[in-house]
């Protein structure tokens, strides 16, 4: 969990970054659809990764992913200690009854 927590921060430190030194800046350049997309690319290959075979590709497309969601979760202002207080809430909570609980959409 530590590298997910400096990641976080690394990520937050190039937010104000130059979009052309930064990957993270240049995400937040072009707004949050664009981040949104991004993760949701990378949900896709983390998806299709994990049906195949291969164990590294699966582990990278899911790094991919974690930090495509903690670009999206910056952006928004949303820690990943306000994400592990969530799921620290749930803990010892069937995940059907948690479900049930949620409010209807």
Request: proline share 4%; net charge negative; aromatic share 0%.
């Given at each position: 969990m530590d590298s997910l927590f400096r990641l976080e921060q690394t990520?937050?430190?190039?937010?104000?970054?130059?979009?052309d030194s930064s990957y993270v800046a240049r995400l937040r350049a072009k707004g949050r659809g664009k981040m949104a997309q991004k993760f949701g690319e990378e949900a896709v290959?983390?998806?299709?990764?994990?049906?195949?075979?291969?164990?590294?590709?699966?582990?990278?497309?899911?790094a991919d992913l974690l930090f495509h969601l903690i670009v999206l979760l910056a952006d928004r202002g949303v820690s990943?200690?306000?994400?592990?207080?969530?799921?620290?809430?749930?803990?010892?909570?069937?995940?059907?009854?948690?479900?049930?609980?949620?409010?209807?959409?």
């Open positions: 990520i937050l430190a190039r937010r104000e970054a130059d979009p290959e983390t998806v299709i990764a994990a049906l195949g075979e291969d164990k590294a590709a699966l582990t990278g497309e899911a990943l200690a306000d994400v592990c207080a969530e799921l620290d809430r749930r803990e010892g909570v069937s995940g059907l009854d948690e479900k049930a609980s949620r409010p209807k959409a």
